[in-house]
C-alpha cells in the first residue's frame, strides 16, 4: 500500500488522493503533490501559480520601500528568482534598485 504525503499547510498525515490532487482531512488544504518543492515549500504567486527558482515575476502593485526616494512600481519585472524561508519568500535582484526580499502574494509569474 502506498502512503500518502503529509499535509504541506499542517503535516497532517490524514491525507488521501482526489484524481490529480492530494487533499487533508483535518484542515481542508488540497494540492498538486507533483508541485511540491523538495522542501515541502510551495510558493504561489497573486493568481496562485506555483513559483520555482530561476522564474521571471512581474509585480502587481506599487511598493514602498523603507530608506528608497521611489517606490517600486506595478509592472517591473524581476528576472530569475530565489524562493527562500520566511515571510518575505522571494530573493531577487531588481535592475536598476538592487537586491530585495518580496512577498510572492505581490507578484506574478511572467
Known sequence: ???????????????????????????????????????????????????????DVVMVKDLAVKGAPKALKAGTKVRGIKLVEGDHNIDCRIEGFGAMALKSEFVKKA
Open 1 to 55: 500500500m502506498s502512503e500518502t504525503p503529509k499535509c504541506p499547510e499542517c503535516n497532517s498525515i490524514i491525507t488521501y488522493p482526489t484524481g490529480s490532487s492530494t487533499m487533508c482531512a483535518e484542515c481542508g488544504h488540497e494540492w498538486n503533490p507533483d508541485e511540491v518543492a523538495e522542501n515541502g515549500n510551495v510558493v504561489k504567486d497573486a493568481n496562485g501559480n506555483v513559483l520555482k527558482d530561476g522564474d
